[in-house]
Nanobody, 119 residues
Framework: QVQLVESGGGLVQPGGSLTLSCAASGSIFSIVAMGWYRQAPGKQRELVAVITSGGMTIYADSVKGRFTISRENASNTVCLQMNSLKAEDTAVYYC?????????????WGQGTQVTVSS
């Protein structure tokens, strides 16, 4: 059992910045990857950014050059720095982690945090 606690969501103006944080706790053996997904009303949940245990990153084309994902291994925390925010970035953002224990890999999700970009 792994718990994910998200923070940092809120209301920002177009062109502004916001940083999301997610801390994992519980029965952690080895985190394979952590990342962020988002879901806008009426749309499917989509990948935003992922960082692997080895530090490799993956970004959605829509956020490349604007968002940066990073991690702090000591506290099992992942952060998403969001710059040059657009109205289209408005969504509920969900933290995600893949935890390995032995040969079993399990995916966990946070409760989500609202990000609203509006003037």
């Amino acid at each position: 059992q792994v718990q994910l606690v998200e923070s940092g969501g809120g209301l920002v103006q177009p062109g502004g910045s916001l940083t999301l944080s997610c801390a994992a706790s519980g029965s952690i053996f080895s985190i394979v990857a952590m990342g962020w997904y988002r879901q806008a009303p009426g749309k499917q949940r989509e990948l935003v950014a992922v960082i692997t245990s080895g530090g490799m990153t993956i970004y959605a084309d829509s956020v490349k050059g604007r968002f940066t994902i990073s991690r702090e291994n000591a506290s099992n925390t992942v952060c998403l720095q969001m710059n040059s925010l657009k109205a289209e970035d408005t969504a509920v953002y969900y933290c995600n982690t893949k935890n390995r224990r032995g040969v079993v890999v399990t995916t966990y999700w946070g409760q989500g945090t609202q990000v609203t970009v509006s003037s």
